[in-house]
């Protein structure tokens, strides 16, 4: 992987701003319906608490909106700034570990269209606040699934590359492994991620790179047959891991 594609994918791969509390309805409801009874309930909210978690639903919404059109930097860097904004007027009310992981979130999604050398800073600096939320809450689904997507990234770039990268523009972390990925992922699945696809396909990458093509294959099965709970990030991933298990099969046919 270069640092070109490293960066080119952070928002993809590490946008596990999934707070787990997506409706479990089977038709959930509209992103516009959901934004406007998202800010409804802010205006009457009776405490910071609550409003605190119900910005960081907005800025969740305003994620999940920038993956109906994943590629496009024009579209996607506007909404996930205003997710930032939003993720930021939690904080002033609460400093709930999730909502911390959230910002970590989408501030690692925005270092896709940073120069290279803020990147490496954002994701040195959100390394060790995911960290400290972890030693807060061990718990935290949020932050354990966004740990685990970052120590696969970080792990996927080659030593030739962290070498260059560290002349150019900073050092990467070097005490992440793809063991450090797989047991975050792990443990976010049994922490309440279990119905998120991004989970899988991360597990399923994670599971490729440690040489287990059999657990990798069954995590984008179940990745492809889950419901999509969340609008435009569950379908993108879905589609993310059709690919890899199409392309798998196509090569696996060959041989």
């Known amino acids: 992987m270069t640092q070109k594609t490293f960066f080119r994918n952070l928002a993809g791969l590490l946008t596990a701003f999934l707070l787990h509390t997506a409706t479990s309805a089977a038709q959930p409801a509209p992103p516009e319906q959901t934004m406007m009874s998202l800010r409804q309930s802010i205006a009457t909210a009776p405490n910071d608490s609550l409003k605190g978690l119900l910005y960081a639903r907005v800025s969740e919404q305003f994620v999940y909106r920038s993956y ?14 205003q ?21 970590s979130i989408v501030v690692l ?3 896709r269209y940073a120069p290279k050398g803020e990147a490496i800073v954002a994701v040195n600096v959100q390394k060790k606040e995911l960290e400290d939320i972890l030693r807060v809450d061990t718990t935290n689904p949020e932050a354990s699934i966004t740990y685990g997507i970052l120590a696969y990234d970080v792990t996927a770039i080659s030593g030739m590359q962290r ?7 900073g050092k990467l972390p070097d005490d992440l492994t793809y ?9 976010a699945k049994v922490q309440g991620a ?7 396909f991360k597990l399923a990458e994670t599971y490729f790179a440690l040489k287990n ?3 990798a294959i069954a995590s984008l099965e179940t990745c492809i047959a889950l419901p999509e709970k969340r609008p435009y990030i569950d379908a993108y991933f879905k589609g993310l891991a059709k ?3 199409d392309d798998y099969r196509s090569k696996a046919a060959v041989k």
């Not at 904004?85 to 570990?97: E, G, I, R, T």
């Not at 070498?163 to 523009?169: D, M, N, P, R, Y």
């Not at 063991?179 to 443990?187: K, V």
């Open 68 to 81: 109906k059109d994943a590629e496009n930097e024009a579209f996607r860097k506007p909404l996930l700034l």
């Open 83 to 103: 997710a930032l904004v939003a993720v930021d007027s939690a904080l002033m009310f609460s400093k709930h570990p999730s909502i911390r992981a959230v910002r």
């Open 109 to 111: 999604d925005l270092a």
């Open 163 to 169: 070498f260059v990268a560290g002349l150019l523009f």
């Open 179 to 187: 063991q450090t990925a797989l047991l975050n992922l792990l443990q």
């Open 194 to 200: 279990g119905d998120m696809p991004i989970l899988y």
């Open 213 to 215: 093509n059999r657990d």
């Open 243 to 245: 690919k890899l298990l």
